[in-house]
């Protein structure tokens, strides 16, 4: 096959994996959050991630999460 024409198997693959996108992405290592935890709590109205995490009954601990937390909560909000 030509490079720029995918195979039927690749574009379901690639398909697929974008639908699961979000689904296991780990956002906090510390307390095992996915990005659709996250995503969630936006779509309920929580505007930063302290406020998302409370919602699913955890906090912050080492904290590094919190930035990635913080796009993905204003891209949430940016697309509802």
């Not at 699913?56 to 509802?80: E, H, N, T, V, Y």
Request: include cysteine; aromatic fraction near 6%.
């Amino acid at each position: 096959p030509r490079p720029d024409r995918a195979s039927p198997q690749t574009r379901y693959c690639e398909l697929v994996a974008g639908q699961l996108q979000g689904w296991f992405m780990i956002v906090c290592n510390c307390n095992a959050i996915r990005e659709r935890e996250v995503r969630e709590a936006a779509r309920l109205g929580h505007c930063d991630p302290l406020s998302a995490y409370r919602s699913l009954g955890k906090r912050p601990r080492c904290g590094q999460c919190i930035p990635f937390a913080r796009d993905l909560i204003a891209a949430q909000r940016a697309i509802a």
